[in-house]
């Protein structure tokens, strides 16, 4: 793949519509106000494809089967209600105000669909899937299905070849491995906030939410562009998992704490579970949403805020699977209080003090793990011993360096007891 492009001459831009335009997947949004029994069928099957379980052709083929009776100006109409990535309408004005073309792509979408969101933001050229229809209504089956990306390689060729197109340089920005043809055969490869499997076929990675990022990319690296950062946003969230070290520390003083904090983590989340709902249908519950939005993360407040619930598995099965079952109280407390504060605050260190990036995770700082590592070290002394200290905060220090696909609320909490629960079983060093 010619991954060199003249910034001089014009592009022709491909994008790639769920994860990159829309925050979200334009099915979920269409499935939650299908009713709870399609969503949940819909959340099923979303979480084998997820699982690579099951494959994604078969996961479209399944998921309009859902939407068999579906009209058609209805699903336009809820194509005019997605939710956007930031900055996707000013950073299409900048590249239609300096000539290039932007088409939009769609392996999941239908093409009536994605060529009402191009009308919306002033794009030139759509292509999304072919439904069949019976009175304007979804018969549940596709007309043509070809999940692999190949079919927006084809869509582009013939844009190419239909409008004489042949001078553009052709740009591929997405998020996913479904894309994989539609990067080998772009002159420039963009991955935005892509998956493992993207960034190995990308020239360049673009983490931040905000679709503006992506210019000095296309146009020129001269070309500045204001991308804000919510960063009271940032910190907040931080301060507020930090805040919830209480629970641990709680937890390991006294037993009788124990069912009282189980029952508040659970209707908290039933909480947090109802909140999401009802904002979906554009209902805002006092207090309690804004709590959640302020929970969520920077690329989650413009769709479905999911972090909380994977903060409150991180804290809960910790406790529940090493603390109650297992009887390792200060294993449990401790990897718990290392993610909590390490977690938080080589966060908020990174942010203000970070210059130095690691090369395998450039989201992250050696300032940010080394301000995070010493107060987790710290506070853990409140528990256990100085070694016992040493040993977890290092440990999910390091793991919370690590690249995972697992969400780290929950990964690191878990992967970090499991280890001091090894080091302990082999008699390297007993937690106390």
Same mark, same amino acid.
């Given at each position: ?223 500045? #562009?204001? &991308? /804000?950062?919510? +960063?009271?946003?940032?910190? $907040?969230?931080?301060?507020?998992? %930090?805040? *919830?070290?209480? !629970? ?66 991180? #804290?809960? &099965? /910790?406790?529940? +699977?090493?603390?109650?079952? $297992?009887?390792?109280?200060?294993? %449990?407390? *401790?990897?718990? !209080? ?95």
């Amino acid at each position: 793949m010619d991954c060199m492009v003249k910034f001089g001459r014009r592009k022709l831009i491909a994008f790639d519509v769920d994860g990159t335009i829309i925050n979200g997947f334009w099915l979920s949004r269409v499935m939650a106000r299908l009713g709870l029994l399609r969503a949940f069928v819909f959340g099923v099957l979303g979480v084998l494809y997820e699982a690579r379980i099951m494959e994604v052709a078969s996961f479209m083929r399944y998921s309009y089967r859902l939407l068999r009776g579906a009209p058609r100006d209805w699903l336009i109409r809820m194509t005019d209600q997605v939710y956007l990535h930031r900055g996707v309408q000013k950073a299409f004005k900048i590249l239609r105000d300096q000539n290039h073309i932007i088409v939009l792509l769609s392996s999941g979408i239908p093409d009536f669909a994605v060529a009402r969101l191009a009308k919306n933001l002033g794009a030139h050229f759509a292509s999304g899937i072919r439904v069949e229809l019976e009175d304007n209504r979804l018969t549940g089956h596709i007309a043509a299905l070809d999940c692999r990306g190949q079919t927006k390689v084809d869509a582009i060729q013939e844009i190419i070849d239909t409008h004489q197109l042949t001078e553009y340089e052709t740009v591929a920005v997405a998020n996913d491995r479904n894309n994989v043809p539609l990067f080998e055969f772009a002159q420039l490869a963009i991955g935005f906030r892509p998956d493992q499997v993207a960034r190995r076929y990308v020239r360049v990675v673009v983490t931040t939410p905000d679709l503006r990022a992506l210019i000095p990319y296309i146009t020129s690296p001269s070309v500045q #562009v204001n &991308v /804000p950062r919510r +960063l009271g946003q940032e910190i $907040l969230r931080q301060l507020l998992h %930090a805040s *919830a070290v209480l !629970i641990p520390l709680l937890w390991s003083w006294d037993s009788s704490w124990h069912l009282p904090i189980y029952s508040f983590i659970g209707g908290l989340t039933l909480l947090f579970i109802l909140s999401e709902v009802l904002r979906s249908y554009g209902i805002q519950i006092p207090l309690i949403s804004k709590m959640v939005l302020a929970a969520g993360r920077e690329d989650e407040i413009d769709s479905y805020v999911l972090s909380p619930l994977y903060f409150a598995a991180g #804290v809960t &099965v /910790p406790l529940l +699977l090493f603390g109650t079952l $297992l009887q390792l109280t200060h294993i %449990a407390a *401790a990897c718990i !209080i290392a993610f909590l504060i390490g977690d938080a605050f080589s966060t908020i260190g990174g942010i203000f003090l970070g210059r130095h990036h690691y090369p395998f995770n450039p989201q992250k700082t050696i300032e940010g793990t080394l301000i995070g590592f010493s107060l987790a070290f710290l506070v853990l002394l409140l528990i256990v011993s100085p070694i016992a200290a040493l040993f977890a905060a290092l440990i999910a220090a390091i793991i919370e360096l690590l690249p995972l696909r697992l969400d780290d609320n929950l990964a690191v909490p878990l992967i970090t007891a499991t280890i001091l629960t090894l080091i302990q079983f082999l008699g390297i060093y007993y937690f106390i």
